[in-house]
């Protein structure tokens, strides 16, 4: 079982970056597929970005493509989300998640009931 914990939140102007890093425990890090997800205050829980376990696929959604990346290191057990050009609808908290690869991978990353793993979050706050 792996265990994550994100850092890397913070408060920061609109248009400012931020890498997020989550860290996992365990053997087995590399054999999962991590995604992103945040919430903000008052909404649901959404998906914001995911990586394959070899790190031949990523997805992001609308809101973020083209400014937030997301990668990883399986040496060091971390994946990163580098948000730049960020924006105050980006606030929330920040959550990196594990899941098991499958072979509908590609058309479920975004479902947030197969990952089983999340770490406890972290703010992002961004400043008008």
């Known amino acids: 079982q792996v265990q994550l914990v994100e850092s890397g939140g913070g408060l920061v102007q609109t248009g400012g970056s931020l890498r997020l890093s989550c860290t996992a425990s365990?053997?087995?890090?590399?054999?999962?597929?991590m995604g992103w997800f945040r919430q903000a205050p008052g909404k649901e829980r959404e998906f914001v970005a995911a990586?394959?376990?070899?790190?031949?696929?990523?997805y992001y959604s609308d809101s973020v493509k083209g400014r937030f990346t997301v990668s990883r290191d399986n040496a060091k057990n971390t994946v990163y989300l580098q948000m730049n050009s960020l924006k105050p609808e980006d606030t929330a908290v920040y959550y990196c998640?594990?899941?098991?690869?499958?072979?509908?991978?590609?058309?479920?990353?975004?479902?947030?009931?197969?990952?089983?793993?999340w770490g406890q979050g972290t703010q992002v706050t961004v400043s008008s």
């Open positions: 990586i394959s376990w070899n790190i031949g696929s990523t």
């Open positions: 365990g053997r087995t890090f590399s054999s999962y597929a």
């Open positions: 998640a594990a899941r098991q690869m499958s072979s509908g991978y590609s058309n479920t990353y975004n479902f947030q009931y197969r990952y089983k793993t």
